[in-house]
């Protein structure tokens, strides 16, 4: 953790090129415009795509709606992640079952599904990559990504 007040809080899916930096970018952006510090970051339970961009057909989806992710690149979670975020939000309930298993002895970091801060009434974010659905995984990820800046925003979550 940094000792900033500002929560830092760390997207996961499984190849952070689809789901987590689109989410990554979405909370930036909209808490720059909402102006709520918070730190986001993305990285992935896989290793196949470290140091790629973000997948073009999600980079042109998010740009289409006004977000640029274009400069994140991929990186795998790290057990040290657990010490450095206040939050890990889990894209499915794979991707939270990997970060559970890679949670240091005795860390108490939460580890939540990212959807349970939106009002789809889904639980995971289905993964675009192979079956598509760009658009429809964009618009779940922002309204996620208002409810966690509300829950920011007011203080229920924040810096430990």
């Given at each position: 953790?940094?000792?900033?007040?500002?929560?830092?809080?760390?997207?996961?899916?499984?190849?952070?090129?689809?789901?987590?930096?689109?989410?990554e970018?979405?909370?930036?952006?909209?808490?720059?415009?909402?102006?709520?510090?918070?730190?986001?970051?993305?990285a992935?339970?896989?290793?196949?795509?470290?140091g790629?961009?973000?997948?073009?057909?999600?980079?042109?989806?998010?740009?289409?709606?006004?977000?640029?992710?274009?400069?994140?690149?991929?990186?795998?979670?790290?057990?040290?992640?657990?010490?450095?975020?206040?939050?890990?939000?889990?894209?499915?309930?794979?991707?939270?079952?990997?970060?559970?298993?890679?949670?240091?002895?005795?860390?108490?970091?939460?580890?939540?599904?990212?959807?349970?801060?939106?009002?789809?009434?889904r639980?995971?974010?289905p993964?675009?990559?192979?079956?598509?659905?760009?658009?429809?995984?964009?618009?779940?990820?922002?309204?996620?990504?208002?409810?966690?800046?509300?829950?920011?925003?007011?203080?229920?979550?924040?810096?430990?």
């Amino acid at each position: 953790m940094t000792g900033s007040d500002a929560p830092r809080i760390l997207f996961v899916c499984l190849g952070n090129i689809c789901r987590s930096p689109t989410a990554e970018g979405v909370a930036r952006a909209l808490a720059a415009r909402a102006g709520i510090a918070a730190e986001f970051d993305g990285a992935g339970t896989g290793a196949w795509h470290i140091g790629e961009p973000p997948d073009r057909r999600m980079q042109a989806e998010a740009r289409a709606a006004g977000y640029d992710i274009s400069g994140l690149r991929a990186r795998r979670a790290e057990p040290r992640d657990f010490t450095e975020f206040d939050l890990i939000l889990a894209m499915d309930e794979d991707n939270l079952r990997a970060m559970e298993r890679m949670r240091p002895r005795g860390n108490t970091t939460p580890v939540e599904m990212f959807l349970s801060y939106g009002s789809s009434g889904r639980r995971s974010v289905p993964d675009p990559y192979y079956e598509g659905g760009f658009e429809a995984v964009l618009a779940m990820i922002e309204d996620a990504a208002e409810g966690l800046l509300e829950k920011i925003a007011s203080g229920e979550i924040g810096a430990r």
